[in-house]
């Protein structure tokens, strides 16, 4: 009510001032109002926004069954089909283990992703903070897998996470996204990142 009520004293003021009937008042009123409340606004701080590189081809070339997307960071220090050459060899030779299932039946054998984004998010802020501190392994969902490659420089501990899709109105295919530690500095926000450009990138 307090709204409408300034609304019309502005309204009444510029029909004071320009003589205006009072809807072309109003129009002009309201035309103003988004410039008003732009300028009311402080300034938003920018979004570090990382470009991933699709890699999707060279895996297709080693038997890997989903799209992948690498960190352009980590490209630059390691060799990007050795590094996936090694998770197809890793994958494949835990078959019997059931915590690497999830990402196995993605990565080698094109399978439908099992288990919410949603949950995997959650599971994937704990693992990044044990990546972080230099640990690698499996998350919990199974849908996030770090271990240590040779890159250029040394050794290099590489973080290959699955994003699936959450929404059944929106089907994404599954997505490999490759990255360093480095690229989850921000926690949650950084993993949001890679997932949306990940999918914002899909054809």
Not at 7 to 25: F, I, N, P
Not at 164 to 172: K, L, N
Request: charged share 20%.
């Amino acid at each position: 009510m307090t709204r409408q009520r300034d609304l019309k004293r502005r309204v009444r003021d510029r029909q004071a001032r320009t003589g205006e009937s009072y809807t072309a008042a109003l129009l002009h009123v309201r035309a103003q109002r988004p410039l008003a409340a732009e300028q009311a606004m402080p300034p938003s701080e920018p979004i570090h926004v990382v470009e991933l590189i699709d890699v999707t081809e060279l895996g297709a070339a080693l038997g890997i069954k989903c799209r992948i997307r690498i960190a352009p960071d980590l490209a630059e220090r390691v060799d990007t089909a050795g590094v996936l050459r090694q998770l197809c060899s890793t994958l494949a030779a835990t078959a019997r283990d059931p915590q690497l299932a999830p990402m196995r039946d993605v990565v080698l054998h094109g399978e439908p992703p099992v288990g919410g984004q949603v949950h995997a998010i959650q599971d994937g802020i704990r693992f990044v903070q044990r990546v972080r501190a230099g640990i690698g392994g499996v998350s919990n969902s199974g849908h996030m897998l770090a271990f240590a490659v040779t890159g250029r420089s040394g050794a290099e501990l590489v973080v290959f996470g699955l994003w699936v899709s959450m929404a059944p109105y929106h089907v994404v295919p599954p997505t490999l996204i490759v990255s360093s530690a480095s690229l989850f500095g921000d926690g949650l926000r950084g993993l949001d990142a890679l997932a949306l450009d990940a999918i914002r990138r899909l054809p």
